[in-house]
């Protein structure tokens, strides 16, 4: 009987403490979530972002309870969707998914109807990645060197695609195109997904892409893979060369996607919402997709940690925006 007693009470004890710790963090987040919550992709479904976003929707929903639902909201380079962010109510209820691109559509951009640097709350990066530069499969090249001899050799007859003006497939882009001294034709769209058709098709003849959405279409031969953005080769398809070592030296970029919330959104909910994400982001089906297509999941140590990230983009692309004839490019 005194055995029995002696092993309850701890038992009692220790059910106690966690019920405590539970409801300490669901005050401190006021209980959020307790109605769905949005996430906003400024690009047309079926690219990386898209992708990413459905992925870690799925496992918040699974982890908090609440239902987490993409909304596309393609346009502007994402700059509608983070317009939207930065005006909706700072609640959690509205977050953004994007990449790179805020930083960098930020910088080249000199009037917007909001401050970038100031209007989201960084959450947590959500992974890193290259880029695969990819041609149509009809054009006749198999290397950056064959592509480069062949845009010096018929000047605009290249037409490379992006998901906007600014976004982070533009600019790697505009580098390549720069620091190969060939002359070539941007056409926007409105996301990843349009552009990897219309390449399929023929409509353009090239792009940067991300990984997790190109190297389906590499792998199945209907685009061809060229070289990738990183300063080393991906292991998702480490026969691909850098563009570095293919002819470029120098040439380097590496993409990130993201979630952020509006500004002033209660630092409690930022917390819960970056603690559940690092956390779906080491489950080991979430590990083998972004491995699979060549992105790594590294989810932020803290929101703070993010904003430096963020911060340290701006410095980058500013630099980016300086270099001879690059401006120009993007007006």
Known sequence: MMKGKFVAVPLLAAAVACGAQAQ???????????????????????????????????????????????????????????DLTANANADGYTLLVTSGSLISSATVRKKLPFDTRTAMAPVTQLTSLCYVLMVNPGLPVKTVKELIAYGKAKPNALHFGSSGVGGIGHLASELFVANAGINAVHVPYKGGGPVLLDMISGQIQMGFTATISALPHVRAGRLRGLAVSCPERSRAVPELPTVAESGLPGYELVNWYGLFAPAKTPAAVVGALHREVVAALKFPEMQAMFDKDGADATGSPTPAAFRKVFENEVAKWEGYVKLPGFAEALK
């Not at 972002?49 to 992925?55: E, G, P, Q, V, Y």
């Not at 929903?61 to 969707?81: C, D, H, K, Q, Y």
């Open 24 to 82: 300490h963090k669901a005050d401190a987040s006021g209980g959020y979530p307790t109605k769905p919550v949005r996430m906003l992709v400024g690009n047309a479904p079926g690219g990386g972002i898209d992708l990413t976003a459905r992925a870690v929707a799925q496992k918040l929903t699974e982890r908090m309870g609440r239902s987490f639902i993409v909304a596309n909201r393609p346009g502007g380079t994402g700059l509608i969707a983070i």
